[in-house]
């Protein structure tokens, strides 16, 4: 199987891809709706998609990045409207090879000036 173009940022679609933001900087972005896709993942359930405001393509979660989601703003799905995140593509290991995956991550708030800092 070639995986060369999995993920390459074709640029269509209703959802980004890892591909589209690979090598890019983070991308900070505010939650706006989450719907249910056509596509189940590997638990047997319906993938969800999540959109942002002012932005023309959502993302598709796989199940790491929705369990992101949902430690961070719990289950309801409908109380993620409004909440920010951070959209960035690293490598990741996908059966056996190295191909550019899409990540989610709460931002870290950083420190006010004059700020304790931990160390």
């Known amino acids: 199987m070639?995986?060369?173009?999995?993920?390459s940022g074709s640029?269509?679609?209703?959802?980004?891809?890892?591909g589209e933001i690979f090598g890019k900087p983070a991308i900070l972005v505010t939650?706006?709706?989450?719907?249910?896709?056509a596509w189940p993942d590997s638990r047997g359930n319906m993938k969800l998609g999540v959109f942002f405001e002012g932005k023309q393509k959502g993302v598709c979660l796989n199940v790491t990045n929705e369990e992101i989601l949902r430690e961070a703003f719990g289950h309801d799905t409908t109380a993620w409207t409004g909440c920010v995140v951070e959209l960035?593509?690293?490598k990741v290991k996908y059966?056996?090879?190295l191909v550019p995956?899409?990540?989610i991550r709460i931002p870290v708030p950083t420190a006010e000036e004059g700020s304790e800092t931990p160390f």
């Open 11 to 18: 640029g269509s679609g209703e959802y980004l891809s890892a």
């Open 88 to 90: 960035y593509s690293e």
């Open 95 to 97: 059966d056996g090879n």
């Open 31 to 37: 939650i706006s709706n989450v719907k249910e896709t």
């Open 2 to 7: 070639d995986l060369s173009t999995r993920n």
């Open 101 to 103: 995956g899409m990540k």
